[in-house]
């Protein structure tokens, strides 16, 4: 099994970024990589079990379904149900951490995930990163934006 992680902070008041987050089916709105997302068949957004629809900028679907939000530890994941790259078990986790005294928050990213052909394991890794990476830069930037 493949685990990507990726840590750094944003310069933004952690209720902030906890209020952008944990809105699971906006990620269109400061995700470079996604177009268009939606919380399927009218489910509260936010509640574990909702399901998000995204288009990709390139036209590609990836559904997913949360499976934990945890307003008290600033903390939520999901999985993949569909998704065009060749993964399985793939599951997220998103976690935030207050930095005493100061007007930012860490993000912790996570995901782990099987590839699905074991010449692809680094490549696939390496898309998983980039993802993650390019979403928390638009993210920040997003966030001074506010």
């Known amino acids: 099994m493949s685990v990507v992680k990726f840590n750094a902070v944003v310069k933004t008041d952690t209720h902030r970024v906890w209020q952008t987050l944990s809105q699971f089916g906006r990620i269109s709105e400061w995700h470079p990589a996604i177009s268009s997302s939606e919380i399927e068949e009218n489910q509260p957004d936010g509640l574990p079990g ?3 629809r995204l288009v990709l900028s390139n036209g590609d679907v990836l559904r997913e379904q949360l499976l934990m939000l945890d307003e008290d530890n600033l903390s939520f994941s999901y999985r993949f149900i569909e998704s065009p790259l060749e993964v399985d078990n793939y599951v997220a986790t998103v976690s935030l951490i207050p930095l005493t005294g100061k ?39 997003y966030l001074q934006q506010q």
């Open 50 to 52: 909702c399901k998000r």
């Open 103 to 141: 007007n930012e928050t860490v993000i912790v990213w996570q995901a782990s995930f099987e590839a699905r052909s074991r010449h692809e394991t680094q490549k696939i890794e390496e898309v998983v990163m980039d993802l993650i990476m390019s979403g928390h830069k638009s993210l920040a930037d």
